[in-house]
């Protein structure tokens, strides 16, 4: 099956731990971004990366950081969550020169 | 700015009738334009797109028209069906540093019966 991939699904952590979340995708792509999607269902985007290389670095927290080990995977990693963190992460893709994102299922970050 | 608006939060529509979902933006650095839909829970899918250099695309029910010097565009649903009833969120692609998609704030769309 070809499509983005995200896990896990939930996760419900404390304030003050770190967290990491997955995203592959199978879609031949080589760009991929992580989007944050607020209580208010608001979608902004956090970061992209093109064959591992970081194109778009929007202004987040430094408690946030992606990594990405090849162009089908980026992580994003949350260390020290703080309660306003609490949303849902979308991993997109897409081929670079083309614009169609595609998005993963999310992943919902509770933090208590 | 790189804002991009979506004026009504939510429409209500009968079942067979038409709609149009509206949505601004700010400059001229949008380069691609797109409608998503969304269920609850479930993440953003593709609906329609089309690039700056075209100003309609239709697909089925669905059509999309840019309007580049009003920096608006717009999506049309003809024979509205209570499957459609969802988010719909629009969004425009920055292509400045990076090639971004801004999104809209989204319109919950209810088809009824």
């Known amino acids: 099956e070809t499509a983005v991939f995200q896990t896990p699904n939930y996760h419900v952590t404390q304030v003050g731990n770190e967290v990491s979340f997955n995203c592959k995708q199978t879609?031949?792509?080589?760009?991929m971004y992580w989007y944050k999607q607020d209580s208010k269902k608001l979608l902004k985007i956090m970061f992209s990366?093109?064959?591992?290389?970081?194109?778009v670095n929007e202004t987040v927290p430094r408690r946030f950081s992606p990594q990405s080990s090849d162009k089908a995977h980026l992580n994003l990693r949350i260390k020290s969550v703080e309660p306003e963190d609490s949303a849902v992460y979308l991993c997109a893709s897409r081929l670079w020169g083309a614009y169609e994102q595609y998005f993963g299922p999310g992943t919902r970050l509770t933090v208590l | 700015g790189q804002q991009v608006k979506q004026s009504s939060p939510s429409l209500t529509v009968q079942e067979g009738g038409i709609l149009i979902l509206n949505c601004d933006y700010e400059?001229?650095?949008?380069?691609?334009f797109a409608w998503y839909k969304k269920y609850p829970d479930n993440s953003p899918t593709l609906l329609i797109s089309?690039?700056?250099?075209?100003d309609k695309r239709e697909d089925g029910r669905f059509t999309v028209f840019l309007n580049k010097s009003g920096k608006h565009f717009s999506l049309h649903i003809t024979a509205s069906q209570p499957e459609d009833t969802a988010v719909y969120l629009c969004?425009?692609?920055?292509?400045?540093?990076?090639?971004?998609?801004?999104f809209g704030t989204g319109t919950l769309l209810s088809v009824k019966p």
């Open positions: 089309v690039r700056s250099n075209v």
């Open positions: 990366y093109n064959n591992k290389q970081l194109i």
């Open positions: 879609l031949g792509h080589d760009t």
């Open positions: 969004a425009a692609n920055y292509g400045g540093s990076g090639n971004k998609l801004i």
């Open positions: 400059n001229d650095m949008f380069d691609y």
